[in-house]
Nanobody, 115 residues
Framework: QVQLVESGGGLVQAGGSLRLSCAASGIIFSIAAMGWYRQGPGKQRELVAIIASGGGTNYADSVKGRFTISRDNAKNTVYLQMNSLKPEDTDVYYC?????????WGQGTQVTVSS
């Protein structure tokens, strides 16, 4: 059974930092591309960052230069380091993978940035 469990969300002031973690189980993590998405009330879920199995990364324009996605294959964990946070980054953040043609999501972790 595939499970993605996020942690690390919380409340932070604008300009601050948070690091999200997503622990994966039930997959061969080293061959899986992993992504972070976010969604706010009444908004569509949007891609924040993605990291390929080989380590290549891609980011939404809105977070380039502020967020960094990374992975630790020994720990089956993907991270999202978020710096210079803005109030508009307030959302629920979800971990994602597409594994053997199935899409899996974590339960989400709330990030709230106060102005």
């Amino acid at each position: 059974q595939v499970q993605l469990v996020e942690s690390g969300g919380g409340l932070v002031q604008a300009g601050g930092s948070l690091r999200l973690s997503c622990a994966a189980s039930g997959i061969i993590f080293s061959i899986a591309a992993m992504g972070w998405y976010r969604q706010g009330p009444g908004k569509q879920r949007e891609l924040v960052a993605i990291i390929a199995s080989g380590g290549g990364t891609n980011y939404a324009d809105s977070v380039k230069g502020r967020f960094t996605i990374s992975r630790d294959n020994a720990k089956n964990t993907v991270y999202l380091q978020m710096n210079s946070l803005k109030p508009e980054d307030t959302d629920v953040y979800y971990c994602n993978t597409i594994y053997r043609s199935y899409v899996y999501w974590g339960q989400g972790t709330q990030v709230t940035v106060s102005s």
